[in-house]
């Protein structure tokens, strides 16, 4: 007897509020434009990398909206899901220009330490003391908003960056006013690629886990499939998936074995609640069959259970003829209740 079960809640929390990023989008790209300015105008490689860095924040955000609309538009025709990815497309777009961004000033920085230029030091510190006020304001703003959201963690990381690259920049600045010590901008330079180096990996790395679906961090399947197969009258599970659809919206789905005569409906209605409670799991498709359940077999041969994907988790429930009766050939050598740790 087979059951599918499918659990429909998503586990996503309420869209950021599009006001909150708007705002912050008006006070970067104001701000943006008169800092490009002042930066060539003093000759800072700091400002200007500071200007680069708000450049990509003004376009993450945008991303980011746009990536909001286009992720509530309803599945229809193949997208079965939806265009939920959209927003791991934007962040993994901002990851990549952080990382393009900080090679850059990596490079520049170093130039300029070895021939430093001349910069004007109160320009810069005035120009970093009102990029600091800024950017403390955009930074509430998109605090405000979802951050559950990799899509918008991605613009809040980007504004939040630029914030600590505002203060590095005003350090470098007034050391430069006191001092006359110009490499003082290059390594404010080079603090603030080491900042978009830091933040753009972090995006790409969060954002190729959902493409690969692998499974969410902090989830590990290994222990899930286990406290599964721990479950009452389960005797194996098999063919376990967890991934991301989009940040926050995690599925499972997974082939269950029960013993002969067992509710395969309380057995599935027990999985969900464990998945949903424990793991935050709220879109579940589980295929529960009994052990000896002839819907598995085609031509004689156990044809779902050919080709498992992943390990096979056993449980305690035995039948009349021992444990997994009829699956005896699916068991694998080194299979045990309770797995070694899965990486992923």
């Known amino acids: 007897m087979a059951e599918h079960g499918h659990g429909h809640g998503h586990g996503v929390s309420a869209e950021a509020d599009r006001r909150y990023l708007t705002g912050a989008l008006a006070l970067i790209v104001g701000f943006m434009a008169v800092e490009v300015v002042i930066g060539f105008l003093a000759q800072s490689l700091a400002l200007i990398s500071d200007a680069g860095h708000m450049l990509t924040d003004a376009i993450a955000i945008v991303f980011a909206l746009i990536a909001m609309r286009i992720a509530a538009r309803p599945p229809q025709g193949g997208f079965t899901y939806g265009l939920k990815r959209a927003e791991i497309i934007s962040a993994q777009i901002n990851g990549i220009t952080l990382l393009l961004l900080s090679a850059y000033f990596i490079v520049e920085g170093i130039r300029r330490l070895i021939v430093p230029s001349e910069v004007e030091g109160l320009y810069v510190v005035v120009t970093g003391l009102a990029g600091i006020v800024v950017n403390l304001a955009a930074t509430w703003l998109l605090s405000r908003a979802n951050r559950s959201s990799l899509n918008v963690e991605g613009a809040y990381q980007h504004i939040l960056n630029d914030l600590f690259a505002f203060i590095a ?31 753009g990996w972090g995006l790409v790395r969060d954002a190729g886990r959902v493409f690969m679906e692998a499974a969410p961090v902090g989830m590990n ?38 013993t002969p005569g067992a509710d395969c409906h309380a057995i599935r209605l027990a999985a969900e609640r464990m998945f949903h409670d ?21 031509d004689g041969a156990d044809a779902h259970c050919r080709d498992p994907h992943g390990p096979t988790h056993h449980g305690g429930a035995t039948t009349s003829a021992g444990p997994l009766a009829g699956h005896a050939d699916h068991e694998e050598p080194g299979d045990t209740a309770h797995p070694p740790q899965d990486p992923a």
Do not use: C, F, N
């Open 169 to 199: 920049t005003t350090i470098a600045g007034a050391v430069i006013w006191l001092t006359g010590w110009g490499r003082a901008d290059a390594i404010a330079a080079l603090v603030v690629a080491a900042l978009m180096l830091k933040a």
């Open 221 to 258: 399947p290994a222990e899930i499939g286990a406290r599964t197969a721990a479950l009452e009258h389960v005797v194996e599970v098999h063919d376990l998936h967890i991934w991301e659809v989009t940040s926050g919206y995690a599925a499972l789905s997974a082939h269950v074995l029960v």
């Open 278 to 298: 424990t793991y935050g799991i709220g879109h579940t498709t589980l295929q529960v069959d009994h052990t000896s359940s002839e819907a598995l077999t085609i």
